[in-house]
C-alpha cells in the first residue's frame, strides 16, 4: 500500500488523472473500474479536460462500474446510470458497448451478479478500480462485515450509509433505497490496481484504520492493505489521523524518478 499525501483535493484528483491517463496510453483498451459519488467528480473533470484540450482517448476503454441502487430505473437522476452519463461518459467517446453498470432493475438479482462477473471475465480483468471510502470504511457498498472474499451481490444498507446518501434524496432519508448491487471486496482485490481517493477531516478516521489499523471486516476498506498494488490518494485533511503521514511523504518525495507514477 501507497499513501500520496496532496495539499488538497483539487491538486489529488489531477494526480489520478494522470495515473489513469497514464494507464489508457499505455494499454488503450485497458478495463476500468469505476466509482460514484462525490469523491470522484473533480477527477472525471479533469478526465474530461484532458480528453477535450490533450485528446486523451477512450474509444477503446471498457469500464465496469462498483454499484447501482436497486429499484432506481438508469433515468432516475439519483441513479448511478445517471450519475456516471451525466459526469462523465456523455462527455468522452467511450463506445456505450464498453459500458457496464449493475441494473437496478434487474428482475434477477442472483443471476444478474453472476453475469457481472463473468463479464468482468470476459473483458480480462479489471486493470484499474477507482475507489473512495465510506465513513465507517466501506468500499462501494461492502458495508462493515462484509467478508473478504464476497463477489458481485446484493447488499443492504446501514443506517449511517443511509444517512450519509440522503442529502442526494432530498435529505430525506426515507426516499434513500434499502438495497444495493455492488462489486464484493473479491472482486475488488482481484484488479490488477486499485486506487483509492479520499478528501475532507470527515474521511480522516476511516484513512487512519484502513492504513494504519488491524485487518478487519468491521473496516472493509483494511483489505487494501493486503493488495499488491494498492494506492491511497489524499489530502491533508484526509491524512491529518495518520501517525505516519511524515513518512509518507518522505517515502515519496525520495522516490527515483522511474518509479514515480506522477
Known sequence: MEVII?????????????????VIKRKPNCVLGLATGSTPLALYKELIRMHKEENLDFSQVVTFNLDEY????????????YFMHENLFSHINV????????????????????????KIKQAGGIDLQILGIGNDGHIGFN??????????????????????????????ENKVPRHVITMGIGTVMDSANV?????????????????????SAFIPASVLQMHKHAKILIDEQA?????????????YDRKPEWNKWL
Open 70 to 81: 436497486l429499484g432506481l430505473p438508469n433515468n432516475d437522476p439519483r441513479s448511478y446510470h
Open 195 to 215: 486506487l483509492l481517493l479520499a478528501f475532507g477531516k470527515s474521511k480522516a478516521n476511516a484513512i487512519s484504520q484502513t492504513v494504519e489499523g488491524p485487518l
Open 95 to 118: 463506445k456505450p458497448e464498453n459500458i457496464h453498470i449493475p441494473d437496478g432493475m434487474t428482475t434477477d438479482v442472483l443471476a444478474f451478479c453472476e453475469e457481472y462477473e463473468n
Open 239 to 251: 491524512a491529518s489521523l495518520l501517525k505516519l503521514k511524515d513518512y509518507y511523504r518522505w517515502v
Open 6 to 22: 496532496s495539499h488538497d483535493a483539487e491538486s489529488a484528483s489531477k494526480k489520478a488523472a494522470r495515473y489513469i491517463a497514464d
Open 143 to 172: 458495508e462493515p462485515t462484509s467478508s473478504f472474499a464476497s463477489r458481485t451481490r446484493i447488499k443492504t444498507l446501514t443506517h449511517d450509509t443511509i444517512e450519509s446518501n440522503a442529502r442526494f434524496f432530498d435529505n430525506d
